[in-house]
């Protein structure tokens, strides 16, 4: 199993059945469909839709039908549609039970960078920014290290924010961190990975609490 599959499945035991879950775009969409078929769970989109099903099939596929990261998409039974405005108000007014972001950088006082690296093209912020003070839970998923080696859990962000100190839980292909009272603290290992490995790879503090 790669790294990114290992990152996605162990996010999926986050999502509980009967909740409204908002995706982010990039590789937190690959979640879609790993969801078990038996739970009732809501994904929403910020360019308004409530109800995205798994990836279209080529036969299933519709220009018209997609997502917040212009990705084509399905909905299910009960899916809605409608406009952007409701869309942030249903985020803005906390009715998101769980935000499932990707990361650039995450601090260990639970900041979060996600959004542009100084320099490149940025073709938009999109919902991050009202999706980590609106939601009722953020969890980042990213690599642990960048192509350089270089880890991406670190003391400080270097990058601009998305938020300061809202990220809950970080869900990486070393590890599992919770924030809680402004400490981050190590509570699981990914399957053949040890606590000096993530030492290893980790420029943040944290507490070990396995």
């Not at 596929?61 to 039974?77: F, P, S, Y």
């Not at 009715?95 to 995450?106: K, Q």
Request: net charge negative; aromatic share 6%; with cysteine.
């Amino acid at each position: 199993m790669d790294a990114r599959m290992k990152i996605i499945r162990r996010a999926v035991k986050e999502i509980q059945d009967g909740t409204y879950v908002n995706l982010g775009i990039g590789m937190p969409t690959l979640i879609a469909n790993e969801i078990p078929e038996h739970y009732n769970v809501m994904l929403q989109s910020e360019n308004g839709l409530l109800g995205i099903g798994p990836y279209p099939t080529e036969a299933e596929v519709d220009a018209d039908l997609i997502n917040a990261g212009k990705e084509t998409v399905t909905a299910k039974v009960g899916a809605t549609f409608f406009d952007s405005a409701e869309s942030f108000a249903m985020i803005r007014g906390g009715h998101i039970d769980l935000a499932i972001l990707g990361g650039m950088e995450v601090s260990e006082a639970g900041d979060l960078a996600n959004w542009m690296i100084p320099g490149k093209v940025v073709k938009g912020m999109g919902g991050a920014m009202d999706l980590v003070v609106g939601a009722k839970k953020v969890i980042v998923i990213m690599e642990h290290t960048n192509k350089y080696g270089e880890s991406k859990v670190k003391r400080e962000c270097s990058l601009p924010l998305t938020g300061k100190s809202v990220v809950h839980q970080l869900i990486t292909d070393l590890a599992v961190f919770n924030f809680q009272d402004g400490k981050m603290q190590l509570v699981e290992l990914q399957d053949g990975v040890t606590l000096e490995d993530v030492e290893e790879k980790t420029e943040a503090m944290f507490e070990v609490k396995l």
